[in-house]
């Protein structure tokens, strides 16, 4: 069986992860914050990264768009390789709560010239009453095989293994995580829209991804059965800030991002906000300068979502808007100001005394 990423970095050794979760925390712990945010680490990726930027109504030919400046780059990656597009549907029901089936059509529209085989169309919801299967009846995405060579799976009903997290005191606590999210022999597209969030302010790709892949043993099907998604809030929001971001640094992020903002979800995110018109979509093969760009977009304050900035001090992806080059029209004309999370300043709380704590 081919070796996981988490494998690979970890070598499957329990006591290396150890050490290492030890000096990530010592490291977040110690980090320092300047008056906007973390200051920028050396080992920050000095390279330029480009994002696809559209805009318009029609997302299918958006999509299209925005990713045909990497079709060479995407070509060579799928190649040999399973491809699976991750869809955001935390629960199966709520209008907005979905990716949309246009935006899974338009990525499967930019994949059927490059790539022959069948794609996996997944998602893993959080819902304990129903299936991920149900969700993709209830949003009509099962109308998508009609067109296109595509499989749907439950991923909650896939293998897992063992990774470890952050727990409420502190210790290493052990997560079920996904298989096919670490596996070597799969392209993870992230495809999401852009949304507000109860915990983490937003939803963007990497959340999507990190928040998707543990298992949830639906409680129908095994009484005792949990959803281990909620290990993930370990030690409140600012836990579930630094388990993304562990995850994330374990081998947990997109191969590729997709970010929907031709109908965004503001307020009461990430199931039950309302509609935001902004016609805008984001793609690329760094996540993380696709999530940038999805926090200015989206009007927020970057420096309030410490996950993303710890993963650029660790070199997963470029965050500094002067290295990203965005290829499409000019974003800044775009931006609207999203309505938070009525419970917002919880959110902020943690951030703003790990801020005062470093500043004093």
Not at 73 to 93: P, R, S, Y
Request: proline fraction near 4%; glycine fraction near 10%; include cysteine.
């Amino acid at each position: 069986m081919a070796e996981s990423r988490y494998e690979r970095l970890m070598d499957g050794n329990r006591r290396n992860f150890l050490k290492m979760f030890a000096a990530g925390a010592a490291g977040l712990v110690g980090a320092t914050l300047t008056g906007t945010g973390f200051a920028r680490a050396a080992g920050s990726l000095e390279t330029t990264s480009r994002v696809g930027f559209e805009t318009g109504t029609d997302r299918r030919e958006m999509i299209v768009s925005s990713l045909k400046p990497f079709e060479n780059e995407i070509g060579t990656a799928i190649d040999g390789k399973k491809v699976l597009i991750k869809v955001n549907m935390g629960q199966v029901e709520g209008p907005l709560n979905a990716t949309h089936p246009d935006t899974v059509r338009g990525i499967l529209d930019f994949l059927k010239p490059i790539y022959k085989k069948t794609v996996v169309v997944a998602e893993s919801t959080a819902g304990s009453g129903r299936s991920t299967l149900d969700g993709f009846e209830n949003f009509k995405y099962t109308r998508i095989p009609r067109e296109f060579k595509a499989d749907f799976v439950d991923l909650n009903e896939r293998p897992f293994t063992k990774m470890w997290i952050r727990g409420n005191e502190g210790f290493p606590l052990g997560i079920n995580i996904i298989d096919d999210y670490t596996d070597p022999d799969t392209y993870v597209i992230s495809a999401t829209r852009l949304k507000s969030h109860n915990c983490v302010i937003a939803t963007l790709s990497l959340k999507n991804i990190a928040m998707g892949s543990p298992v949830n043993h639906y409680k129908q099907k095994n009484p005792r059965g949990r959803n281990e998604k909620s290990n993930m809030h370990s030690g409140g929001n600012q836990g579930l800030s630094y388990n993304i971001f562990q995850l994330a640094k374990q081998g947990v992020r997109p191969d590729l991002a997709v970010l929907d903002g031709v109908v965004g979800m503001e307020g009461d995110g990430p199931v039950w906000g309302t509609p935001v018109e902004q016609g805008v979509v984001v793609s690329g093969t760094d996540w993380l300068a696709c999530d940038r760009l999805g926090v200015e977009l989206m009007g927020m304050d970057y420096n309030d979502i410490l996950y993303l900035q710890w993963c650029a001090n660790a070199g997963l992806g470029q965050d500094d808007l002067d290295k990203i080059q965005v290829v499409g029209p000019s974003w800044r004309s775009h931006v609207i100001e999203y309505r938070l999370h009525k419970n917002i300043a919880q959110q902020l709380e943690w951030v703003h005394q790990l801020r005062e704590a470093q500043s004093s």
